[in-house]
């Protein structure tokens, strides 16, 4: 009996010895940073620019790993059933918060399964369209959904993504229901709208304004209540007495839950580094996206942030009778 006792123990101790020492080294190989949506994208492209600057602070590549489908929930459970040993991440947005209300059988839960390591970004979304939409403003634009309602067809990347709420928001607004057409992220959802597949997406700007000034699709209008310096002659939904909309996206970066503390305080260190970085913060800036202040790039405001978006939009696609499964 004492003898299995003393093997137990002993067992248990050096588990914890090598836990410290792996969180001690680390990183010492490759980090894993999933993004839970297509390539091609808003997210992609936002996860791209902080993997780059992330691993240059931390020493080790990270490897961006597009697992998408269901409204980011694949990837966003691949994340949450990995080892805590902080070398697989998941950058996120407001479908870490969705997701809870959307589907009844989520394999995991956005708060209790993972760990914040802090907020990365925020920005506003355009309502942007095919080149060849029968619309020449956003005047022509309302009318024009209003009288043809179900025969548009809305790109976005599943119930809950960030696209869909926009989406959502604007049907809410208008009193109409259009013609949705799911995608695993709105880069897929992108090449669809400049090949004249579908008709109308909102999407993050990340996403759009290269495509916009390309002259590859067009923009009706913000969709807030203020233009965007970077598409000054876009004017805000709002301009055209469409009240009730307005919606900003951020981006978050997690761990799975357990993940040492000692390992969490060098991910959000990388963290910190990367949205002071001049050189992100113009990149993204160039997009129409705001790298978050150093104080909101940490994992109290991370949780808020989840906590926030929990409580407000996820009763939002609840009232609009919204479910994925
Ligand atoms: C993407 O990166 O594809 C978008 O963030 C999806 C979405 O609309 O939420």
Do not use: W
């Not at 992100?280 to 129409?288: A, I, P, T």
């Not at 609840?318 to 499964?325: E, L, R, S, T, Y």
Request: charge should be positive; hydrophobic fraction near 45%; proline fraction near 6%.
């Amino acid at each position: 009996m004492k003898l299995r006792f003393v093997r137990s123990a002993l067992a248990l101790l050096l588990a914890a010895t090598a836990f410290q020492v792996s969180a001690q080294d680390f990183p010492n190989r490759a980090i894993t940073m999933v993004m839970p949506y297509a390539a091609g994208g808003p997210g992609d492209t936002i996860t791209r620019l902080f993997a780059g600057a992330m691993q240059k602070h931390l020493g080790q590549q990270i490897v961006v790993d597009n697992t998408a489908g269901a409204s980011g929930s694949i990837g966003t459970a691949k994340v949450a059933r990995a080892k805590a040993d902080g070398y697989t991440l998941l950058m996120i947005h407001v479908s870490h918060a969705t997701n809870l209300a959307m589907y009844k059988s989520l394999p995991y839960h956005p708060v209790d399964d993972f760990e914040p390591i802090g907020r990365a970004t925020s920005g506003p979304m355009v309502i942007v369209a095919r080149n060849e939409f029968p619309a020449k403003n956003l005047n022509e634009f309302v009318a024009y959904v209003k009288a043809n309602g179900p025969k548009v067809s809305l790109a976005h990347a599943g119930v809950g993504s960030a696209s869909h709420l926009c989406g959502l928001m604007m049907m809410n607004a208008l009193g109409i229901k259009l013609n949705e057409i799911p995608y695993k992220g709105t880069g897929p959802a992108l090449t669809d709208l400049m090949g004249g597949q579908v008709d109308i997406l909102c999407d993050q700007t990340s996403g759009t304004v290269p495509s916009v000034k390309g002259g590859k699709i067009k923009a009706y209008a913000s969709a807030g209540k203020v233009r965007l310096p970077q598409l000054p002659e876009v004017p805000a939904i709002t301009d055209a007495g469409v009240e009730g909309f307005d919606i900003n996206i951020s981006f978050g970066l997690y761990a799975p839950k357990g993940t040492p503390k000692p390992v969490l305080d060098q991910l959000n260190s990388a963290l910190q580094k990367s949205v002071a970085d001049p050189e992100v913060r113009q990149r993204l800036e160039v997009m129409g996206i705001s790298a978050v202040s150093l104080d909101q790039a940490r994992p109290e405001a991370l949780r808020q942030h989840l906590k926030n978006e929990i409580d407000t939009l996820g009763s939002l696609l609840v009232k609009a009778g919204v479910k994925a499964n």
